[in-house]
């Protein structure tokens, strides 16, 4: 990739922002003057021990695209206008009560419920419910460069930029004191379930003022406030995080008074922590976990389809990879059965695009998606490349539910790869934002993945493969395809639900042709719990809400 390609200068973080932000954490624990370590057995007096995986940058799910500040910390802090039923998977009521949508598709107008309380916390006490002006500030500050907040923390809103928000959303308006209207600059097919998502978040604007008044304005995302049924008690950067329940929640106060989430790398693995008592829920498991697991009498293990992709980008820029040819013969000389029983043990599935199985759009095409290591070198030779090929890869370290083991997955490809005489040298990823990783000059493939947050196709397709993510850098492959694009735009559009699903064959066809990414496998989500503990619940999104938990038994 041409490292002096030219981006939007607002979405480049900046270090100094990101130290920053992780000092103004740091800070949270003096400010509240708390104990340096969770107490387990007080906490399971009152509450549970959630073992998570990833690190936490930020408590505001507006300023990532993934981790467990959306999955898990934004469904018990926060709230939004939308939520998707668990059943249906549609659009149902949060803190919007009633919507109505003009014949244009292009107005949305959403009434509020009264009487709907922002959390009291020891760094603030609000003076009025939430109204209008709250849902106004929150997407303002996504959307307007003018706002305030736009810049605090970086300017950065990658899961929203993905989305092309910016230019997306024309307006949002106070129309009265529980009446707010969105104005697009066109139809949005999408609109209701991205607003339903755990990045859709409603602040409080009061809380923002004071903020302002005191010169503590990064304080929005690093001591949270919203309506949700917990609050953040204390915190202890790459230890834990407390939650208190909010006795005042307008949808039905918590069963338990208290979560903590362990997310402490130090000592034992999460395993052996749930194993042994440490904690009492594991959030997704690894595949080669789960056969100790299910040998353990008092931990329950669930799963649930999930709506996740494992895949490589690859940088289109690169010499080799700009050839078509050579990325339709990686494609061919990837064992993906291979993978899912030395990766997946059985529990995954072979992706035949980007699109999980669950996608009401999904296509599959077992033609292009195959093993097939002869056809891979005859297309090496049609490219010129019969003498081989170096390439570097980049391999995260983390598991993710989409590919339980990345190490072991990447040296699988490069064993493939290096039977048709494509050498790859592993580069192992460190802890860095997408924006961040795509910008990297020495990464030809991208061993990667993505996790939907809706149903909607548009929510894969446009976040990873537009032109505008392009732009934004965040398309690791560096791919821009108009027809692509006027695709998604159409499938947006368009009222009949049979053309849309017409519109996204299309687009799914036209990725495997081309093989900008090439699609891996699809994994399912595990949750393993102590079974003390009764209503957990799981959804295809991995949201994990807490406020349904209560302990059972000793």
Known sequence: MNSERQRPLRLVFDMKILLKLALSICALNLLTGCEKTADQNKVRQSGFVYCGQGSLSTFNPQLVDSGITVDVLSPQIYNTLLTLDSETLKPVPSLAKSWHVNQAGTEYTFDLRHDIPFQTTSWFTPSRTMNAADVVFSFR???????PYHYVHGGVYPWFTGLDFQNMLLSVKAVDKYTVKFTLNHPNNSFLENLATPHAVVLSKEYANKLQRNGEKEHLDTHPVGTGPFYLSDYEINDYVRLKRNNHYWDGVAKMQQVVLNISQRGTGSLAKLLSGECDVLNAPIASQLPTIKRHKHIALTSKPAMNVAFLALNTAKNGLDDVRVRKAISYA?????????????????????????????????????FDRNYALALLRAAGFEHGLELTMSVPAAPRRYDPSPRKTAELIQSNLADVGITVTLVPEERLTRNELAARDDIDIYLTGWEGTTTDPDSFLRPLLSCDANKAGLNYSMWCNKD????????LEVTRPRYRLNLYKQAQNILNQEFPLIPLAHGKQFNAYNDSLSGIQMTPFNLQPFNTVERVKN
């Not at 500050?141 to 706002?147: F, K, L, P, V």
């Not at 992706?351 to 033609?367: E, M, V």
């Not at 692509?484 to 159409?490: A, G, K, M, N, P």
């Open 141 to 147: 500050r996504i959307i307007d460069a003018n706002n």
């Open 334 to 370: 990837i064992n993906r059965q291979n993978i899912l029983d030395s990766v997946f043990y059985g529990t995954g599935s072979i992706a035949y695009n980007i699109l999980p199985p669950t996608s009401w759009a999904y296509n599959r095409d077992s033609s292009q998606i195959r």
């Open 484 to 491: 692509f694009d006027f695709i998604l735009d159409l499938a």
